[in-house]
């Protein structure tokens, strides 16, 4: 009797077994499934992650561009007063080194009245002093002045010649010398100022 119950109770087992709703095998497959399904989510959000992170720039401040248009006025001034600056200085020592100047000079500082007035050792107020003036030989016009000093005082010198276009002569209109007083010297007119001037 117990042993008739046995073997269909084991019957009964392998019937449910075989016609049971859930078998193994479908178990089997839906963890699979599942697993996959669990890997692509995986893979799909990593490779969302990445893409995010590589799509975002680093926040990096842009570079300032620099106007530079004002330092290139200033030195384009600079640089033009320069230029000038020295176009004038050439023109200064050109009339300086002129025959006519230097001799003009060497009659005043041997001129009884200059040396009366301005003393010894008379000569320009500075190394380079500045001629105003003009001294223009192809066009027959120097007129020109600059400043002089001795051991009493100062003054100006003031010397105008024109050149005669009748008979080719220089001739000297002016030679003189004005004190800081106001006094006004005539200077004697030497034949080597009009030679100069040849």
Known sequence: MVRSLLINSQKLVRSISKHSVFPTNNLKRQNSIINSTHLK???STTATNTATKKSQPLPRSLPEIKN???????FGIIGVSFWVGAIIASFNYQRLNSS???????NL???????ELLGRNINFTSSFPWIKGSINHLKGKVDFQYTVKGDKGKGTVHFRSIRDLHDREWKITEFTLTTEDGIIVPLNLDESLLNSLK
């Open 41 to 43: 989510v995986f893979y």
């Open 100 to 106: 006519t100047v230097q001799g003009s000079l060497f």
């Open 68 to 74: 530079n248009t004002a330092q290139y006025v200033i």
């Open 109 to 115: 500082k041997y001129h009884p009245k200059a040396l």
